[in-house]
């Protein structure tokens, strides 16, 4: 028989399958967009300023300047995730450490 999931039960299991599917989702739609709309985006997402991200260095709010705020602001197990996404499709997924440095990011084009 198979138990109900009652409030305040295992809301990290939880919390952590809601990451994973929206990381999925956000994926799959980066993926699908395969042409550059040509739009004129002064925060787009672009391979120099891509390039100039330092893992442990660069933060959040330099981050900010760059591609402005972020589509998403996900928290979870100590970590947060925000997701950027330009008017050209091209998007940005970073984790940020505790003091909002740079842990690790991924980006399509």
């Known amino acids: 028989m198979r138990e109900k999931w009652r409030f305040g039960e295992s809301t990290s299991t939880i919390h952590s399958m809601r990451v994973i599917l929206l990381i999925s989702v ?62 050209n499709l091209n998007s940005l997924w970073v984790v940020f450490n505790e003091d909002w440095t740079v842990q690790t990011y991924k980006w399509s084009d």
């Open 26 to 87: 956000a994926l799959l739609v980066s993926g699908c967009s395969t042409a550059s709309l040509g739009v004129k985006d002064p925060q787009a997402i672009q391979s120099e300023k891509v390039s100039s991200i330092v893992t442990g260095v660069t933060t959040r709010d330099e981050l900010t300047q760059m591609f402005g705020e972020p589509e998403m602001k996900i928290p979870a197990g100590g970590n947060s995730y925000y997701f950027y996404k330009d008017l």
